[in-house]
Nanobody, 116 residues
Framework: QLQASGGGLVQAGGSLRLSCAAS????????MSWFRQAPGKEREFVAS????????YYADSVKGRFTISRDNAKNTVYLQMNNLKAEDTAVYYC???????????WGQGTQVTVSS
């Protein structure tokens, strides 16, 4: 299971940190990712990281502002979001899969609202 948390309401320019706690069988080859879906839009990729690597991958729209990280001891993946913009408003989902920017297992979403 994947349990996402940390969403909320923040002013533009502010920061939030999302968490995704994973339980069950976890393999080092698994990729953990964040996606988001804004109202009326399709779900889009935000960031990915492997449990076995520190290499990270980002959508162009969040590069330099968002940071994905992991704590293997806690089986938790984080998304630090800085300099938030109104266009970052969306429901954020964490996902688990075997490829970058893909997921076959999803957590529930957490709402992020950025006021301008």
């Amino acid at each position: 299971q994947l349990q996402a948390s940390g969403g909320g309401l923040v002013q533009a320019g502010g920061s939030l940190r999302l968490s995704c706690a994973a339980s069950g069988r976890i393999f080092s080859s698994h990729v953990m990712s964040w996606f988001r879906q804004a109202p009326g839009k399709e779900r889009e990729f935000v960031a990915s990281i492997r449990w076995s690597s520190t290499r990270t991958y980002y959508a162009d729209s969040v590069k330099g502002r968002f940071t994905i990280s992991r704590d293997n001891a806690k089986n938790t993946v984080y998304l630090q979001m800085n300099n938030l913009k109104a266009e970052d408003t969306a429901v954020y989902y964490c996902g688990q899969g075997t490829n970058i920017a893909e997921a076959t297992k999803w957590g529930q979403g957490t709402q992020v609202t950025v006021s301008s």
